[in-house]
């Protein structure tokens, strides 16, 4: 039975470390975001800017201290798989402000 025993010593696994400065950091953009929205405070450009600016940082803290993502040549399935996913992420929500901006022109004209 001690030969079918799978060790993970190359795999690269997170240290407390990483993942408390992940939290934290997920925290910070996400109280950056839902306070820049809540006080008001900015034109509606600037929170827009923040907020996206925020979410694509936020992407980026996930992947690499949760996800543990690089660019590794052994891990190059997960390079793969990241890109396929912001190319659909790309077409969804691309298409749907395409669509949803369509609508509220095509609403206005009434």
């Not at 839902?34 to 450009?45: D, I, K, N, P």
């Not at 993502?69 to 402000?97: H, Y």
């Amino acid at each position: 039975m001690s030969g079918s025993h799978i060790s993970h010593d190359d795999a690269s696994h997170g240290s407390v470390k990483s993942y408390v400065i992940g939290l934290i950091l997920s925290i910070v953009l996400t109280i950056v975001a839902f306070g820049m929205v809540m006080t008001g405070a900015f034109s509606t450009l600037t929170t827009v800017i923040v907020i996206v600016g925020a979410a694509v940082l936020q992407l980026l803290v996930q992947l690499i201290m949760f996800l543990h993502m690089n660019t590794k040549a052994d891990e190059g399935w997960n390079l793969m798989s990241f890109v396929f996913t912001v190319k659909i992420l790309v077409l969804v929500i691309g298409g749907s402000l395409w669509i949803m901006q369509n609508l509220h022109l095509n609403m206005m004209l009434d």
